[in-house]
């Protein structure tokens, strides 16, 4: 999550309590950030990691035999992480420690960087494989779930602009498309805010709900991650989720969610263009040009075909067995960074977000969230099934 | 509540300063991300080395 991201939660008090004391509160949440502060909430953030590792490796071992054996050995480290984030979340809450050290509990950066790692563990031919159905999937569930929570949102009497971040939210890629979508249309404050609490508070089950329901479902790998990678909203999730399905899944989901991602900045700049002619019909209002779409677009994605191509070259060059254990110690970092990314989602997690949505724009999120998962269920089985990532 | 009070809830979420903020970190991330994967594979970072 940005800094922009993180802080958007804050904003929400200016819904529920007077303007000037959200602002204050929310000027004092940041200026409680010290580099000290943020110093001491990495080695938070790093210890919590060190602690997911011990738990991943030595608890099926230590259960080995009891009653909870088999259930230890099935949980995947995005558990163990999300999990002791959240509990670290409630410790720091109750000592009144969080704000003071949450300049470090930075998921978007965490996440990027190991996206672009991610990259090294994919060959360049299955990124180019699955692009075709990738594009032709986001192209469809972004248009259909966009335009379906637009036409909700004004059945449930929404302002045209939270229409706009929430559809975007859902369609697209969770707190970073609602930023982006809020910078387009000038949204208010508190309008960002409820966009982010949602994409938090309904992205967080989703986590642990669909890799369930795809081993139900008996989904394939590839289809599981497809549809995972086109429903849930933050990228940071998808990873979480996909990397508990397996390796294959997570490669699929992580391919499906950049190109989502990477069509934000399409969106974006036709929400700009919307709202200045159509809705404002402002007078000074330009065409939006090829450099817009360049500032929206999001540069990790770039790092990450980048990883892919030199990683690609490389076992081209050494030969798929000597460079085995050279590609296996990125993915450790890749993993690294993940864990990072996980504890970060656990300690960000605010409770009282879903309070402060109030209950139409949860009404339309939850709606909008229950077609996107039946949409992306049904292009995921008919775009990916003969789909295989070796 | 005074006026600029009250107005302050109508301000739209700085865009210019939490799109520079945004850039950054993507940069950053792309850029840590590359040379870690350059760095592992011409052995600076060894086999092994990563907990």
């Known amino acids: 999550m940005s800094a922009g991201d993180a802080k958007a939660p804050q904003a929400a008090a200016a819904k529920t309590v007077p303007a000037g004391e959200a602002a204050a509160s929310a000027e004092a949440g940041r ?8 110093l001491i909430g990495l080695l938070v953030v790093l210890a919590l990691a060190a602690v997911t590792r011990v738990l991943d490796k030595n608890v099926p071992g230590w259960t080995e035999g009891t009653a909870f054996g088999e259930v230890a050995a099935a949980i995947e480290y995005p558990v163990y992480a999300i999990v002791l984030g959240l509990v670290g979340n409630a410790v720091l809450t109750a000592t009144g420690l969080r704000d003071r050290l949450s300049g470090a509990f930075r ?29 032709i999937q986001a192209i469809v569930l972004i248009s259909a779930v966009f335009l379906f929570t637009w036409w909700l949102g004004g059945r449930f009497g929404l302002d045209a602009r939270l229409r706009a971040l929430l559809s975007s939210a859902v369609s697209i890629c969770g707190v970073s498309a609602a930023i982006a979508a809020a910078g387009a249309v000038q949204a208010k404050r508190e309008q960002l805010a409820y966009s982010a609490s949602l994409v938090i508070v309904f992205a967080l089950p989703s986590i642990f709900l669909l890799p369930w329901l795809a081993s139900v479902l008996g989904l394939s790998p590839e289809v599981a991650g ?18 508990i399905v397996g390796e294959d899944a997570l490669a699929v989901a992580t391919i ?65 067995d000597a460079g085995k254990e050279v590609i296996g110690t990125v993915n450790d970092l890749r993993n690294l960074f993940l864990i990072l990314a996980f504890v970060s989602i656990g300690l960000e997690f605010r409770v009282a977000s879903l309070r402060e949505a109030g209950w139409r724009p949860i009404g339309v999120f939850a709606i909008a969230t229950v077609v996107n998962l039946a949409l992306a269920l049904l292009l995921a089985s008919l775009l990916f099934s003969g789909f295989s990532v070796t | 509540m005074s006026e600029s009070k009250a107005l302050r809830r ?10 520079a903020l945004r850039i950054n970190e993507d940069w950053a991330a792309t850029i840590i991300g590359l040379v870690l994967l350059v760095l592992v594979l011409t052995g600076v970072i060894p086999v092994g080395v990563v907990p």
């Open chain 1, 31 to 38: 200026s409680a950030q010290t580099p000290v502060g943020t």
């Open chain 1, 107 to 135: 998921t978007e950066f965490f996440i990027k960087t190991g996206l672009v790692l991610l990259g090294a563990s994919i060959n360049l031919a299955v990124i180019v494989t699955a692009a075709g159905p990738a594009i």
């Open chain 1, 226 to 243: 497809a549809w995972i990678g086109g429903n849930i909203d933050t990228t940071a999730a998808v990873t979480a989720a996909g990397a």
């Open chain 1, 256 to 320: 499906v969610k950049v190109t989502q991602n990477a069509l934000m900045g399409v969106v974006a700049v036709a929400l700009t263009a919307y709202f200045a002619f159509r809705v404002e019909r402002r007078a000074d209002a330009r065409r939006p040009g090829l450099g817009d779409l360049w500032h929206r677009f999001p540069k990790f994605v770039l790092g990450f075909i980048a990883a892919s191509i030199i990683a690609t070259l490389y076992l081209g060059a050494v030969g798929s």
């Open chain 2, 10 to 19: 109508d301000e739209p979420p700085a865009p210019s300063g939490g799109r």
